[in-house]
């Protein structure tokens, strides 16, 4: 007889305090997300710090970027361009997020 015991909560805490797969993940998801990012320059798109699990957009006007109050977004750089990118580009982008993850995990052995 096999007997397999799973602790969900204890599994996802190792993963959360795991810097290493959360400085990985956010590095993959800011570059999925990249092309739906506004950009007139690249300014915003290229000065956001990258933590485990966190990406922050440090421009001052990142939020009303972000938010896309009153703004017609240029389409000539990133044709997807889009107010809060990170929901439109994870509709989009999370599969090939979740292998890069996965792939990830596999061979560092997480």
Excluded: C
């Amino acid at each position: 007889m096999k007997v397999i015991w799973y602790n969900k909560r204890r599994t996802l805490e190792r993963i959360a305090e795991n810097k290493q797969l959360g400085t990985f993940i956010a590095t993959s998801v800011a570059k999925h997300l990249d092309k739906y990012v506004p950009m007139r320059d690249g300014t915003l798109a290229d000065t956001l710090e990258i933590e485990p699990f966190k990406i922050t957009y440090i421009q001052p006007y990142a939020e009303k970027m972000y938010l896309g109050e009153g703004f017609n977004f240029s389409k000539d750089k990133h044709p997807l361009a889009t107010a809060k990118w990170d929901k439109v580009g994870m509709q989009t982008e999370r599969d090939a997020i979740v292998r890069e993850i996965n792939r990830f995990i596999k061979n560092e052995q997480i």
